[in-house]
């Protein structure tokens, strides 16, 4: 049996929690060199512009005081990038986990 391309099956949110726990497990360690977090970087930005899609057309999103507000955080946190060092690229990438996640809860059905 297919899935709808737009569905989130429980193989997707696997693969979308190893991505927010290397996200999790890359601050308060020994710095990853910069261009792993760069591409663990771009991971979480695509998955997170997937699941705002998502969790903003759910019905009933503008009217979810909290769905507004972990994906107006999340849009900030895109926005704001890797900042200028190694230091403030990991901080980054920890947001954006923490980001992903709550959007990953806001999306279940």
Do not use: F, W
């Not at 771009?42 to 057309?57: D, K, N, P, W």
């Not at 901080?91 to 959007?103: E, F, I, Y």
């Amino acid at each position: 049996m297919r899935t709808a391309p737009d569905e989130l099956t429980e193989v997707n949110r696997h693969v979308i929690m190893k991505v927010v726990r290397a996200g999790q497990r890359m601050y308060g360690r020994p710095p990853e060199p910069y261009p792993v977090v760069q591409e663990l970087h771009q991971t979480l930005v695509s998955h997170i512009q997937q699941m705002l899609g998502r969790v903003e057309a759910r019905t009933g999103h503008a009217d979810d005081a909290l769905s507004v507000q972990v994906c107006a955080n999340a849009r900030a946190h895109l926005a704001a990038g890797l900042g200028d060092g190694l230091i403030s690229a990991l901080a980054a990438v920890n947001r954006l986990a923490a980001d992903l996640q709550d959007l990953l809860r806001l999306a279940a059905p």
